[in-house]
């Protein structure tokens, strides 16, 4: 009697591991890896700057589905069966170790993707899976209690079982195969990109994540304003949200564009000093320096307009006014 087959369409991560614990559930499948480029795993090469980032420490399924804004209650049912701790045990059984970064991403040890290529390959190789490349399939239809999968090329494939791994795509008409099933497809919508840079200027910082960040495109300025809170602190969220509920306020009295909370922990911003006396500025954001609880820094932006609104009378008085009033409020509500 021939074995039963399974077809895995996707190389990617999520093709591998489908197949590889295909494997080890029912070792008599025979099992097939169908990729459409001629290359495998390409996004885990890449991910996390070429660090790949394996998952994120998080033991708490409702907290972790939150990040999953348009699939929350998917997501949550999924990571009951596989959850985050599962992640590492099942490396960690397969000899790869991973770490967890001051912002909770998780990656090998070794600081390389390349580890977690191999382990993945290993685990095909082992389980005997066929992988054939260059593939796309262009249609997929149930008869006879088997799968016909037709690719490009007008060649096929019977299967008894299809697992779809093939990713996203950017146009909703190249899903027309899963269509013709009876799917419903959501309209795709950009994600994650990247930017063409024609030199190499940043590329060593390939990988590095920040929480918030503040992009500025040359020759440009900004009308808008933004806070500061220092990286590390004891009352870091305190002063986050202290900040925060500050630029709110005076952007809620101007025209000054609201661009959130950034981290700002260089020597250079917090170690602001007199240009008279010499000595450090009281509204310095390092506790090592500036000893008050709280402190946050307001700045506001660089154009033209920006300035009007700084010098004029008025606006100085609304926004004076609607720090008083949020300051006033929230230091109540820390008495109470």
């Not at 499948?29 to 795993?41: A, M, P, Q, S």
């Amino acid at each position: 009697m021939s074995k039963r087959k399974l077809v895995v369409i996707g190389g990617g991560a999520a093709g591998f591991f489908c197949a590889v614990n295909a494997a080890a559930f029912n070792p008599e499948l025979e099992i097939i890896i169908i990729e459409k480029t001629t290359k495998l795993l390409s996004k885990v090469k890449v991910s996390g700057g070429g660090r790949c980032n394996v998952t994120h420490y998080c033991l708490s399924i409702a907290e972790m589905a939150k990040n999953y804004p348009r699939g929350e209650n998917f997501v949550k049912k999924t990571f009951h069966q596989f959850f985050t701790n599962d992640t590492i045990n099942w490396f960690g059984k397969r000899g790869v170790q991973l770490k967890t970064e001051r912002d909770g991403r998780m990656f090998p040890v070794t600081n390389s993707s390349q580890t977690i290529i191999d382990c993945l390959m290993t685990e095909i190789n082992k389980c005997e899976i066929k992988i054939l490349m260059n593939r796309e399939v262009k249609q997929l239809v149930i008869g006879n209690r088997q799968w016909c999968l037709t690719f490009a090329d007008s060649l096929n494939i019977l299967s008894d079982y299809v697992c779809v791994a093939s990713g996203g795509f950017a146009k909703s008409a190249q899903f027309a195969w899963l269509k013709d099933l009876g799917h419903t497809i959501e309209e795709p919508v950009p994600s994650l990109f990247t930017f063409n840079i024609p030199e190499d200027l940043i590329k060593n910082l390939m990988g590095i994540s920040v929480e918030s960040a503040l992009v500025k495109i040359m020759g440009t300025k900004r009308n808008a304003v933004w806070g500061y809170i220092h990286y590390g602190d004891k009352y870091e969220a305190e002063n986050r949200e202290l900040a925060a509920r500050l630029i709110k306020a005076i952007a809620s009295v101007t025209t000054l564009e609201n661009r959130g909370v950034l981290l700002d922990s260089t020597t250079g911003r917090n170690d602001y000093r007199c240009k008279t006396t010499g000595k450090r500025g009281f509204y310095s954001l390092d506790e090592n320096i500036n000893t008050a609880p709280y402190r946050v820094l307001l700045e506001i932006g660089d154009n033209t307009v920006s300035r009007e609104i700084l010098l004029d009378p008025v606006s100085r008085k609304k926004m004076g006014e609607a720090i008083k009033l949020e300051l006033a409020a929230w230091l109540s509500e820390r008495k109470n």
